[in-house]
């Protein structure tokens, strides 16, 4: 399997800012994020900074009881999921998430979103730190062609 990745660091908004920016870069649709780290590590601060970068403004809330919340940017979909409380596969199947032979472009970015792995191959795998000193560290997986492709074609700094 193709793979490459990256590694953002950030320890204020200021600096998360410009990490958001350059992974709203690499996630277009379609595109596929599993992010994973501890409970506050900073997933749904991340998702909310990506989503206002591609200009969607309003609340962007956990979906951690809902498990998916939806948000419109032009004709692409927008999914913001929260497996969390997943305890199944079966659990999986109900939330109707977005298939790979979707007509319409989506992206999908999935707390918790190990649970996915084998659904998606082609991926953005992050895996977000929390330091005892509150800085983050998060190292982004570009797994298959196509993300490893736009992770080799940006120029993205790591920071």
Not at 106 to 111: D, P, R
Not at 119 to 129: K, N
Not at 133 to 150: C, F, N, Q, S
Request: glycine share 6%; proline share 4%.
């Amino acid at each position: 399997m193709v793979m490459g990745s990256i590694t953002f660091r950030w320890h204020d908004l200021s600096q998360l800012n410009a990490v958001a920016n350059a992974c709203a870069a690499l996630w277009k649709a379609p595109a596929v994020i599993l992010l994973e780290g501890e409970l506050g590590a900073g997933k749904t601060t991340l998702v909310q900074k990506v989503l206002s970068a591609w200009g969607i403004a309003g609340p962007v809330k956990s979906p951690t009881f809902d498990l998916v919340h939806s948000y419109q940017m032009g004709d692409i979909e927008v999914f913001h999921v929260d497996l969390y409380r997943v305890v199944d596969q079966g659990e999986l199947l109900a939330l109707d998430l977005p298939s790979l032979q979707e007509d319409n472009p989506y992206v999908l970015l999935v707390e918790w979103g190990h649970w996915l792995r084998q659904w998606y191959p082609d991926r953005f795998e992050c895996q977000i730190l929390r330091e005892a000193d509150g800085k983050r560290t998060m190292v982004m997986t570009a797994i298959g062609d196509e993300p490893v492709r736009r992770l080799s074609q940006r120029e993205v700094s790591s920071t």
